[in-house]
């Protein structure tokens, strides 16, 4: 393997963690939200606050009556865009 495609490789591993953690977390966030997770917790309004970041472009996209659809639409397109796009930036870096 040339050094060029081992710093692609490595760029790739790290641009999908990347991308995998940041779904992770909103995926998190869901679970915590639809198990009623006590907001007053230190870990529950950490995790909020990095999911509600992440997903600032996707958060209150969809208008559903009911807020348990919003949170995993709205933060579930998110996760799913971060999985996608991480994944298709990683397999563009390992062919270089």
Known sequence: MSTRQARGSTAARVVVIVADVMAIILG???????????????LVQ?????????????????????????????YGLAALVYVFVGHAIAGRLRRY
Do not use: P, Q
């Open 28 to 42: 998190l966030w869901i679970l915590m939200y639809l198990l009623d997770a006590n907001r007053a917790n230190d």
């Open 46 to 74: 950490f995790i909020h606050d990095v999911a509600r970041w992440l997903a600032g472009w996707s958060h209150d996209l969809f208008t559903f009556d009911e807020a348990w659809a919003r949170v995993v639409c709205g």
